[in-house]
Each structure stands twice: as structure tokens, then as C-alpha cells.
């Protein structure tokens, strides 16, 4: 099928060379002419496993292209993929639709022939809706159909997820789209991915809804890990043993800073939006939303009891900035609180993360990039492990002790207190 991906971000760039990877022809589009330039030339914006190599087999073997010119790409598709951005609006907890809608009018200009529209985009219920009526107010209904096909990516998993999805969901009443939509998904319904045709307004929610109650299990165990630390029981212990019934579920049980990232943040924030708007009360993932809130300040309490509230001149290492493994989105990570805080108090900060030097940091004189573990950790006070990647995983601390006492505190619990202790060096961890 001829695709077009409105958007080159995450979602947009993950999804059309995805596409492409299934024998698609795919046009990604951008007004952003420098980053259409370099992913002509295999020059991928996004830390995501695997895709770089994607994308140069897709352009060579011809299936995949990139362009600035939406009227173009538009003509020579069949369906048309939403994938812009759906930021928090400035002073409010609503989902921003000036991409979305913007998008929706360009369309409506540039179609001659009957196409399916349909948003990837993250869109509150009833966006389906408003997309319909401003392409109607310059285009016959019998030219387009609006469907609603969120997307579920993991970042740093996001390529497994696009081709081995949990469950693919299509919100259309039209059975013409529904047949094409489910006929370009057919090689992912024939592995075994669950596919579900429901109406546009379900599926807009569906993704909302699922996302917001990943969100609670996540503060869920983190307030759990608060009483854990107070009552001296593992965390771990009673993740392992709530997540094995499974009406739970493990996945999204793991103790550690607040949830971040491109997703979680804007989605519980907008879906509490959308229920003032209906005038229903939401009251869990309101709780929700202000503990992860005031996560980042019980941790840096933490920090600060750990060095007896000494902080000025201390040298603390930071292992991992980015919101979780796998990835270089730093959006609301709580090292963008967590740093800040401490260097504002006179700490001595060096921080190490695979996907490189952050520039969000540079306005903080006594925050330093290190190119490398060693260089990262060598004469530290304390070392916070703040990211789970499977560089930090198996780290000789006994090698930085020797000439000083080290404190490590694990936000992600990848180490075992007992082994660590017995090296001499204090271990602190989530909820434990």
C-alpha cells in the first residue's frame, strides 16, 4: 500500500519505516527541512534500537522515502497517517491540538481522491470528531473517512512492539476503511497480534485509558516502596509476589523515580482534562499524577539524609539522566529535578549516559559531563544509578572503594544490598 506519515517524530518516524519494513511504499513528511535532509542520507534524529539500520535497508531497497512536500506526498498515497506531536498546553493540563488540527486543514486542500485519514497521534476523545469537520468544510464526506489507530510503542522497545503489538486497534465505523486498514495490517494479524475494531471515540480512549492505568501501577509501587523502607521489608519481594497473580500482572511493578518521558506525564494530565470537560471525576489518576509530583522531593530527602545534609563540595555521580533505559528522551526524567536541586545546594556533579552529553545541563557550572563509567565514577562521594541500562548492570565498586568510603543509592534496584555492603560500601535502594 502507498502510506503517507505526517510527522517524522517518534511515533511517526518508528511507525512508516515499520511500514516500510512490511513491503509498504512510505512517504514520512516533515516542514523541518534539515531533519528531512539527514534521514535522506540514513541520519536518524532519535536514539531507538535498531531503527538506523531500518531505515538505510528501506531507502536503499526503495520502499521508504522522505519529504518537505506534504501536497505531494498526500497525492501519492492511499492512507494518511496523523503522527504529530500532542503537547501539554501552557498553563493548562489539556492535550495541545494546534499540530493535529493544523494538519487536518492542510489536508483538506490537498485531496482530489477518496483516502483514510487516520491519527497515530495521541488525541483526547472526540479529536476524531473535530478532525472530520474541518476537512468537511472544504471536502465531500464520500472523499475521506477519519479513523482513530493509536499506537503502542515502548521507547527503546518501540520496533518489537510495532511488529510484534499485544493488540492492534482500529476505531471506524466505515467498513471500506476498516477492510483496507485490516488488509494492511494482515501480516501482523497472521502472527497472532489481537486486533480490535471498535468506534473512533473507544479507540482514542482505549490508548488514554491504558496509558493512565500503566501510570498507577508505577505510583502504586512506589508508594508501596515508601512503606517497604519504613518497616523493613523488600520491595522486590512484594513486587514478585503481587505481580505473579495474574490479575495483576509484573510488568510495571518495578520500584524507582517518578514515571516520565513522552507519554505518561501528557496523557494522565489530558485525560484528567477530558473528564473535567464531561464532568466526571477522575479521582484516582488525580492522586495519581500529584504522588508522581512529589516523588523527585521524597527522593532528594533521601539523598540529602544519605549525606547527612552535607551537600556542599560533595561529589556525586549520576549513572543514566534519561527518563528510563534504551533511550536518549530526556522529557520530564527526574534528573532534570534531582540535578538541579543538588547543584543548587554546591554538589560537585559528574553524569554518564550511553546516548551522551545533555545540553539541558550546561547552564549548571558545577554539572560536568563524563565521557566514560570510570571517569563518571573515580573519587565520588556518592554514586546515584538513576537509569536501568545494562551498562550500569555489572560494576566492579569494590575497585572505586578502595581509596575512599563510597555510597551508592540505587534507584532502580539493580544490585544486591547484601554483596554490596560486604565490599564495605553503603548501598541504599528503593523500598528497601
Do not use: Q
Amino acid at each position: 500500500m502507498k502510506l503517507c506519515m505526517i510527522g517524522t517524530g517518534y511515533v511517526g518516524l518508528v511507525s512508516g519505516v515499520c511500514f516500510s519494513d512490511m513491503g509498504n511504499n512510505v512517504i514520512c513528511v516533515d516542514k523541518d527541512e534539515r531533519k528531512i535532509n539527514n534521514l535522506k542520507k540514513g541520519i536518524v534524529p532519535i536514539y531507538e534500537p535498531g531503527l538506523d539500520e531500518l531505515v538505510k535497508k528501506n531507502l536503499k531497497n526503495k520502499r521508504l522515502s522522505f519529504s518537505s512536500d506534504l501536497n505531494k506526498s498526500i497525492k501519492k498515497s492511499d492512507i494518511i497517517f496523523i503522527c504529530v506531536g500532542t503537547p501539554t498546553k501552557k498553563n493548562s493540563s489539556a492535550a495541545d491540538l494546534t499540530y493535529v488540527f493544523n494538519v487536518a486543514k492542510s489536508i483538506s486542500r490537498k485531496i482530489k481522491k477518496f483516502k483514510i485519514i487516520i491519527t497515530k497521534s495521541t488525541v483526547p476523545v472526540t479529536t476524531g470528531d473535530e478532525i472530520e469537520k474541518i476537512i468537511s468544510k472544504n471536502l465531500s464526506k464520500k472523499l475521506f473517512e477519519v479513523v482513530s489507530n493509536p499506537e503502542f510503542l515502548r521507547e527503546g522497545e518501540a520496533i518489537r512492539d510495532f511488529m510484534y503489538p499485544d493488540r492492534i486497534v482500529v476505531g471506524t465505523k466505515s467498513n471500506k476503511a476498516r477492510n483496507k486498514i485490516k488488509n494492511l495490517y494482515s501480516p501482523l494479524i497472521s502472527k497472532g497480534s489481537k486486533y480490535i475494531e471498535t468506534s473512533r471515540r473507544s479507540a482514542e480512549l482505549i490508548k488514554y485509558a491504558a496509558n493512565a492505568f500503566l501510570a498507577t501501577k508505577i505510583t502504586f509501587i512506589n508508594e508501596i516502596s515508601n512503606l517497604c523502607e519504613k518497616i523493613d521489608v523488600d520491595v522486590e519481594d512484594v513486587s514478585i509476589g503481587i505481580g505473579s497473580d495474574k490479575r495483576v500482572g509484573e510488568r510495571f511493578l518495578r520500584a524507582g523515580p517518578a514515571y516520565g518521558g513522552s507519554c505518561f506525564p501528557k496523557d494522565t494530565k489530558a485525560i484528567v482534562s477530558t473528564s473535567d470537560k464531561f464532568k466526571t471525576n477522575l479521582s484516582v489518576i488525580k492522586s495519581v499524577i500529584k504522588s508522581n509530583e512529589n516523588r523527585n522531593s521524597l527522593l532528594l530527602s533521601k539523598i540529602y539524609s544519605i549525606l547527612k545534609n552535607k551537600i556542599k563540595n560533595k561529589k556525586i555521580t549520576f549513572l543514566g539522566v534519561t527518563f528510563k533505559a534504551n533511550t536518549d528522551d530526556m522529557r520530564d526524567s527526574s534528573s532534570l529535578k534531582l540535578i538541579p536541586a543538588l547543584s543548587n545546594k554546591g554538589a560537585i556533579i559528574n553524569y554518564y549516559d550511553p546516548t551522551g552529553y545533555k545540553r539541558i545541563f550546561s547552564k549548571y557550572k558545577n554539572v560536568t559531563y563524563s565521557s566514560s563509567i570510570n571517569e563518571a565514577i573515580n573519587k565520588s562521594d556518592l554514586i546515584i544509578i538513576h537509569t536501568e541500562w545494562n551498562d550500569f548492570k555489572s560494576i566492579d565498586f569494590k575497585k572505586y572503594s578502595k581509596s575512599k568510603k563510597l555510597i551508592i543509592y540505587d534507584l532502580r534496584n539493580l544490585y544486591s544490598r547484601s554483596k554490596i555492603n560486604n565490599m564495605g560500601i553503603k548501598y541504599y535502594g528503593i523500598g528497601r
